[in-house]
């Protein structure tokens, strides 16, 4: 099973600041991965496929990008609604399998 | 548009079985993969079966294997779960998500629907 692991667990900033989170694969998912954000009482929502490809409707200063094992989300400049959870999740294999997560605070 | 809505959970004894439904409807669901996947309360997302479009191949999660059974019907537009021998450790909120035209990915889900097991 390929193990996700996103970092940091906690990150807290500003509106208007960049965020950089951090996914890293136990093994190469080559750019089989995913980046969804989950608003509290919601389900999850798709930002970016393949590493770095925004799903329709994503604002652009949503980005991916990465390959292998190593893999980041950046958000430009942050607004009030993007203080949520993001996860990863690869499907380069069986099972399909997710990172823990990293929540996105405001400071 | 496309919607998916998840109905059959509830209040269970351990040990008890459930099974749950999701209803889709806004696109041609025959043409399209569909997953379960969970979270326990406070806790990360955790994917737990796959079925194809044809329901020919099934994947599922070690936690859930020899417990839970994925179906569809393509008929009625529907997905199912049946689970058996149900642990508090089962205990989450069960969504179904889907792919899209323009991602493989869990492109679509639906609201959920929670499953307490506890005696």
């Known amino acids: 099973e390929i193990v996700l692991t996103q970092s940091p667990a906690t990150l807290s900033l500003s509106p208007g600041e960049r965020a950089t989170l951090s996914c890293r694969a136990s093994q190469s998912v080559s750019s089989y991965l995913a980046w969804y954000q989950q608003r509290p009482g919601q389900a999850p929502r798709l930002l970016i496929y393949d590493a770095s490809d925004r799903a329709t409707g994503i604002p652009a200063r949503f980005s991916g990008s990465g390959s292998g094992t190593d893999f980041t989300l950046t958000i430009s400049s942050l607004e009030p609604e993007d203080f949520a959870v993001y996860f990863c999740?690869?499907?380069?294999?069986?099972?399909?399998?997710f990172g823990q997560g990293t929540k996105l605070e405001i400071k | 548009q496309v919607q998916l809505v998840e109905s059959g959970g509830g209040l269970v004894k351990p040990g008890g079985s459930l099974r749950l439904s999701c209803a889709a409807s806004?696109?041609?669901?025959?043409?399209?993969?569909i997953d379960w996947v969970r979270q326990a309360p406070g806790k990360g997302l955790e994917w737990l079966s796959y079925?194809?479009?044809?329901?020919?191949?099934?994947m599922y999660a070690d936690s859930v294997k020899g417990r839970f059974t994925i179906s569809r019907d393509n008929a009625r537009n529907s997905l199912y779960l049946q689970m058996n021998s149900l642990r508090a450790e089962d205990t989450a909120i069960y969504y179904c998500?889907?792919?899209?035209?323009?991602?493989?990915?869990?492109?679509?889900w639906g609201r959920g629907t929670l499953v307490t097991v506890s005696s």
């Open positions: 998500a889907s792919p899209s035209s323009e991602s493989r990915y869990f492109a679509h």
């Open positions: 806004g696109f041609t669901f025959s043409d399209y993969y």
């Open positions: 079925i194809s479009s044809s329901g020919s191949a099934i």
């Open positions: 999740q690869h499907r380069s294999n069986w099972p399909r399998t």
